[in-house]
T-cell receptor, first 114, second 115 residues
Framework: GQQLNQSPQSMFIQEGEDVSMNCTSS?????WLWYKQDPGEGPVLLIA?????ELTSNGRLTAQFGITRKDSFLNISASIPSDVGIYFC??????????????FGTGTLLAVQP | GAVVSQHPSWVICKSGTSVKIECRSL??????MFWYRQFPKQSLMLMAT?????????EQGVEKDKFLINHASLTLSTLTVTSAHPEDSSFYIC???????????FGQGTRLTVV
């Protein structure tokens, strides 16, 4: 199945550091989303982006929808231990109904050392 | 917020048996639900789109006769893994979309182990 290219694959950082990860696609998406998944759980939505060029913040998280609609990045500022988990980007082609299917990125494993 | 519940959270079954996983939207009606499979250390891969009252749409490479999906009501979709084999062992996750909305809400996942 189709997957989005996400980098880096993993990051090991110190508490307080900023983190940046990005996602690229060969095709255009109308919506970009970023999720966090804890072990043994389903993904939880962090940020949704609906317009090319859009920059959106949610607390310490900032994400941008690329102008070309083929990429997005997520920044986490001042990381804390509870930021540990796997982060996934996801692209969505449509706006409603069956077209809401998500194509997920390959994931970024984040480890934060206190 | 909208809650999606999966049952069971984990299941162990013998090779050759069938297993049913339920996905329920607890406080909203979902015309569309999605089923994903996630192998260890990998991403979520869409298996099929389930529409209430109609046949599911399967992604390429997913056997519809092996992974039976039934979406009989606006709050329940079921995935049945028939004649399960060890290679079917995986984390199965569903999501549900509120009618007319764009956000998908995910269940907590079901860990299937086939021995």
């Amino acid at each position: 199945g189709q997957q989005l290219n996400q980098s880096p694959q993993s990051m090991f950082i110190q508490e307080g550091e900023d983190v940046s990860m990005n996602c690229t696609s060969s095709s255009i998406f109308n919506t970009w989303l970023w999720y966090k998944q804890d072990p043994g759980e389903g993904p939880v939505l962090l940020i949704a982006l609906y317009k090319a060029g859009e920059l959106t913040s949610n607390g310490r998280l900032t994400a941008q929808f690329g102008i070309t609609r083929k990429d997005s990045f997520l920044n986490i500022s001042a990381s804390i231990p509870s930021d540990v988990g796997i982060y996934f980007c996801a692209g969505q082609e449509g706006y409603g109904g069956a077209t809401n299917k998500l194509i997920f990125g390959t994931g970024t494993l984040l480890a934060v050392q206190p | 917020g909208a809650v999606v519940s999966q049952h069971p959270s984990w299941v162990i079954c013998k090779s050759g048996t069938s297993v049913k996983i339920e996905c329920r939207s607890l406080d909203f009606q979902a015309t569309t639900m999605f089923w994903y499979r996630q192998f260890p250390k990998q991403s979520l891969m869409l298996m099929a789109t389930s529409n209430e009252g109609s046949k599911a749409t399967y992604e390429q490479g997913v056997e519809k006769d092996k992974f039976l999906i039934n979406h009989a009501s606006l709050t329940l979709s079921t995935l049945t893994v028939t004649s399960a084999h060890p290679e079917d062992s995986s984390f199965y996750i569903c999501s549900a979309v509120l009618a007319g909305d764009t956000e998908a809400f995910f269940g907590q996942g079901t860990r299937l182990t086939v021995v």
